[in-house]
């Protein structure tokens, strides 16, 4: 029997991955959550479990972004945002975090600093205290410059948690910001493609936003659409929340550069990373101000209701295309841009 | 002004490494504790938070020991046992562990299922639950295997918390068990050193045995000396604690193999990693207990008093020596084998 390899698709966020963690990883720990809080095989942003009145929220990311540096941000904002955005994505107020930081020997100091200062320019932003570090050099060669795992801790009074599986039909579907820019951007830097245009990574903490919606209440799920992209993200929340998810295409954010980019490489938009944005499915009731809201935030200030959730089959993401016609959105397989967080 | 660049001892647990993180890592980050928990810049073996009548301990860990498999475990052993380990040197029962998994492309999917069965066997061990997860995969030549990063959680009783610097003068160091394995076994398996021996890592996780001892009462340092071993850990608390330790050279527990290797290559067992031994520093009253007690457990069975606190000169750590002289114990500037954890 050959020896069976890890690929890429492994750990991008698609189809390949869902199966990878579904066969390897999950089956291998036995103990997989704390009472009745969430674990690792409920594959949402992140974990929970209760102490006294409270649920607390942790996630971890281990981030590979190549190259380090890209326009709009770099590794540590990525890590940071990335991590803080997870938390914030079930309704958790992001308190503490914590870096693991791998690094080649021979990598510039000055960099290291400017990736440690982006961290914390984002964990200032969303008053988060970085508690713990660790530092490992690695020998020259035996590492890509630099990987940074981060560990995101969160709390919010029991019983307020939100997850990725409680859309509901009649629920409103809104994107918070126009969708693809990170991946886009990282992938047209690497390539050397040059934009007439500023476009930028996406990448930014969003609980400042989220904190604003929260109090008004009807928020069902929220997800930052990443590894996979918007595409995966909604594929997910259709088939755990086991519901069907009608979306209306003309009404979906993409940027002119992203749909210009996409369109040279024969890459799907609704599949490319995004770092900075969120799927915000809430009720109808609250819809309107929830909107409203958004829109009055720097970072949510092009949200859009782009869909909404019904019976219909469940699991099954459908989009109303701009000319009338309808067509299935599909769970991508794997990502298409490598090491792109 | 030439580019700085970082060198293997920044990371190393040594004295490089202390300086680099005053320098550049801590002052980077402006929020770096909660209230009035422990933070980043108390480089303990972790960080905590309260939350009602709890203190939350968090630490974390990147791993990447080289080669992933080892005599006596492998780095999924050691990151979890790591992890643990430093969430039980604070006093706190570790409930939650989350695992960062970052591999090269092409590597066996059975070996990385034997390093998931070893997270979870140490997990089981210490009735931890692996609540979330993320794995990435890097494209071929741009990682040397696999690193994994952990970060474990941990529980404790608000006021039971113990910290690397609570050291009084009259107190007792106890060491858990014989000092260098860990580092000792990776050096000759990696130099093809051949011993004729069963030497093996001690890497497991010590929570079964702080678990014992936490009730007796009278613990005032624990800490299990990684990397830098023996001589880092001891200094620190030292330091820390502002009192002087003399030990006794002749109690120190240092298996022949360790010895011998360390002979031939010019290395001080005192600055080799352990992975599976805890120095514990007790109030005398309760030693004897805790000394029988540990001795009763399977990780413990060859606890020894090695030394005693006094006030002297703060920071001071003097060995005893077995001919009736004394000489400074020098914290490390670096770890003298390179991904050894």
Not at 25 to 39: E, H, Q, Y
Not at 82 to 108: Q, S
Not at 264 to 276: A, K, N, R, V, Y
Request: net charge negative.
């Amino acid at each position: 029997m050959p020896t069976k390899l890890l690929k890429q698709a492994d750990g991008a966020g698609g189809k390949a991955m869902q199966e990878f963690l579904e066969s390897v990883l999950v089956p291998a720990f036995s103990k997989r959550r704390i009472d009745n809080g969430l674990g690792i095989d409920d594959f949402d942003d992140g974990a929970s479990f209760s102490i006294g009145d409270f649920d607390i929220v942790v996630s971890t990311d281990g981030h590979t972004v190549q190259p380090p540096f890209f326009p709009g941000g770099n590794i540590g904002t990525l890590a940071a945002a990335g991590t803080i955005n997870d938390v914030a994505m079930m309704g958790a107020k992001p308190i503490a975090m914590t870096d693991a930081i791998i690094v080649e020997e021979g990598f510039p100091v000055e960099q290291l600093k400017l990736i440690l200062e982006s961290i914390n320019e984002v964990a200032e932003k969303c008053d988060v205290a970085i508690i713990a570090g660790d530092t490992k050099i690695m020998p020259k060669n035996s590492l890509d410059k630099i990987v940074v795992a981060t560990t995101g801790i969160g709390v919010v009074k029991r019983g307020n948690l939100i997850t990725d599986h409680g859309a509901k039909p009649g629920d409103v579907v809104i994107i918070s910001g126009p969708i693809g820019d990170h991946g886009t951007v990282l992938l047209a830097h690497r390539e050397g493609l040059e934009f007439d245009t500023d476009l930028k990574s996406d990448v930014k903490p969003l609980w400042p936003m989220i904190n604003k919606i929260l109090p008004i209440g009807g928020i069902h799920v929220m997800k930052d659409p990443t590894r996979g992209g918007f595409a995966a993200a909604i594929n997910e929340i259709a088939t755990k929340s086991k519901v069907e998810i009608e979306l209306y295409e003309s009404e979906i954010p993409i940027r002119e550069p992203v749909r210009a980019l996409s369109d040279i490489l024969g890459l799907d938009p609704l599949m490319i990373t995004s770092e900075g944005i969120a799927v915000i499915i809430v009720n109808k009731d609250q819809s309107e101000e929830i909107l409203k809201t958004l829109k009055q935030t720097p970072e949510g200030k092009d949200a859009k209701v782009i869909g909404h959730v019904k019976e219909g089959v469940p699991g099954r993401v459908v989009m109303l295309t701009s000319i009338g016609g309808k067509r299935l959105v599909q769970m991508p397989y794997g990502e298409l841009i490598p090491r792109v967080c």
